[in-house]
């Protein structure tokens, strides 16, 4: 029971990965529970205590939204997204939720096929069950990269 | 120290800017020597920074490292972070408390008031070696920056009474002008915390950061997230507002002063913005708290060269240009609150944070925005920009959006601190 749920978790932040990378955005917005918390921080700030963000979308409307505005609104520099994951540290948390870390290097590519290392850091998350399919609750991207290269328009 | 710059402008009123002053090396190096390190007022930081004595942040004057340091005897110095020694980085860390600062080369130790305190070996050992007798540490300190404060800004100079632009720096009263001083004291009315800090490294150079900061015209039409929620379009009352000399500039908007229907009408015919296409599903964060007696929800007062302040709705920023080469600058973003915001406040600017910054619905574009106009500026350099948005000649204030004027002021005070003014230039 619990190596299934572990490896249902192992499986989670793979797609996790693979939707953004594939630019399936929207998809990957239902990857999250309707009440969850995602933000963008940096290793600068956390470090000294500070709770400055870089994003905040608090519950899954607002996470839509971003994906809403970055599809009609926005402009950005025309990239693709490459993440690398490590295998996560996953932890049972007594009220049956899982606490999850993993470190991820970012690459980004533009559409003539230059590459650059964009953002490394640490995901923090706390994934709960729900009908044995595993959902993001909370999600914390702690970058080291506080100094973002050109504008940050996709999620981490 | 640099050979002499020589300039041809198009026209005198600036509204034609040659390609390669982004580009060009020499101009680069002697901004850094004629604007940074010349008769300016340079932003530092926050005094609310620094609460205790020992506090140091390092920050950046054009390319140059500058430790900004509470002293023990409670004034806050700022002196340049290169060891006199050798020329090594002092201060390595971004911020803390220290009693002393040490350079690990030679263990050469400085006060928070940047004197060099300790010399090992000076006297030598066994009599042998150590410094000539005649050395005099008071000589070797770190070399130290003009500070002042304004309601807790902290501006830095380079012009001190042993550096030729002494006699043309202003005090700081009259550098920020009526403009400046009423702008600044506007945000600093209440005591601040600091939330936290944002940085952009843009591949562009810094003037297009500084231009981008004065333009009014492209706000609603690059940033559509603006023009969607009202946040800022050219249909509400507002304007520009510069100082005397046209060097700082305030961009301001009134929310609320304009219909939904006006806007739809006025960007009809403007492609590529739509005011109706974008539906979130939460709009609950872009509620605009009203704080400030002057009703603005859009205030961004730009101050010459390297400073923003700016409130767009509740959220409340300092930023600072960083010039990284002439091919690159950072955004270094100060995001600030009040001491006794109620905890939901707190997280409302928080969740504001969502429009500004790196990430934000209304300011990444500027990143990319920048990156293209340096990017093919550079294969045209005896090419020009042409600035003539509100029209031609005189620089003036305006009471609406649609004018470039304020990046004629920037370029007409750049070219008087270069000394590359164009014959009969406006001012």
């Known amino acids: 029971m619990d190596e299934t749920k572990r490896q249902a978790i192992r499986d989670l932040l793979i797609e996790y990965g693979l939707l953004l990378d594939d630019d399936k955005l929207e998809a990957w917005v239902e990857l999250f529970t309707a009440d969850c918390d995602y933000r963008i921080v940096t290793r600068e700030n956390v470090e000294q205590n500070l709770p400055n963000v870089l994003i905040w979308c608090k519950g899954k409307n607002m996470l839509a939204d971003r994906i809403t505005s970055y599809r009609h609104v926005n402009e950005y520099n025309l990239h693709w997204d490459c993440h690398t994951i490590s295998p996560p540290r996953i932890a049972a948390e007594a009220d049956g939720s899982w606490r999850v870390a993993a470190s991820y290097s970012l690459f980004q590519t533009t559409l003539e096929g230059q590459s650059r290392l964009f953002s490394v850091g640490r995901y923090r998350a706390r994934v709960v069950f729900n009908d044995n399919a595993p959902r993001i609750r909370e999600m914390v991207v702690v970058a080291d990269t506080g100094s973002i290269l050109t504008l940050l328009a996709t999620p981490i | ?427």
């Open chain 2, 1 to 427: 120290m640099t050979t002499p710059l020589n300039v041809n402008w198009p026209r005198d009123d600036y509204s034609r800017v040659p390609f390669w002053l982004y580009h060009d090396d020499d101009v680069y190096a002697l901004e850094m020597e004629r604007i940074f390190r010349g008769p300016v007022w340079n932003y530092l930081a926050l005094d609310a920074e620094l609460p205790n004595a020992g506090d140091f942040r390092t920050t950046w004057i054009g390319e140059t490292s500058v430790v900004v340091s509470r002293g023990q005897d409670g004034i806050v110095h700022a002196f340049v972070n290169r060891c006199a020694h050798r020329g090594a980085q002092v201060v390595r860390k971004t911020h803390g408390n220290a009693i002393e600062h040490v350079c690990i080369y030679h263990r050469w130790c400085y006060s928070n008031e940047g004197d060099l305190i300790g010399v090992p070996f000076r006297r030598g050992l066994k009599g042998q070696g150590g410094m000539p007798a005649d050395f005099d540490p008071k000589q070797h300190g770190l070399r130290r920056l003009r500070v002042e404060s304004f309601h807790g800004v902290l501006f830095g100079s380079f012009a001190t009474d042993e550096s030729s632009g002494a006699a043309r720096l202003e005090s700081l009263h009259d550098y920020l002008g009526e403009f400046g001083r009423t702008m600044i004291a506007r945000f600093f009315t209440r005591p601040i915390c600091i939330m936290g800090y944002h940085r952009q490294l843009v591949h562009g150079n810094w003037k297009l950061y500084a231009e981008n900061l004065r333009d009014t015209y492209h706000a609603s039409l690059l940033h559509e997230f603006f023009v969607r929620y009202g946040l800022d379009r050219a249909t509400q009352k507002g304007g520009v507002k510069m100082d005397e000399r046209h060097r700082h500039n305030m961009n301001h908007a009134y929310a609320g002063t304009d219909s939904q229907d006006e806007a739809r009408a006025a960007y009809a015919d403007q492609k590529g913005v739509e005011v109706d296409r974008l539906q979130l599903r939460d709009t609950g964060f872009l509620k605009f708290v009203p704080e400030f007696t002057d009703g603005m929800n859009l205030a961004a007062p730009t101050i010459f060269p390297n400073f923003l302040l700016i409130q767009i709705s509740n959220s409340l920023a300092t930023r600072q240009i960083r010039p990284k080469g002439k091919d690159a600058f950072e955004i270094f973003q100060t995001m600030f609150a009040y001491a006794d915001d109620t905890p939901e406040m707190i997280e409302h600017r928080m969740l504001q944070t969502n429009l500004v910054g790196p990430a934000g619905y209304v300011s990444m574009e500027d990143g990319e925005a920048i990156e293209i106009a340096h990017r093919m500026s550079a294969t045209t350099l005896n090419d020009h920009t042409v600035i003539e948005m509100g029209g031609r000649g005189a620089i003036t204030d305006t009471v609406h959006r649609l004018t470039e004027g304020p990046i004629r002021g920037f370029w007409s005070y750049w070219a008087e601190l270069m000394d590359v003014e164009a014959t009969g230039g406006v001012r």
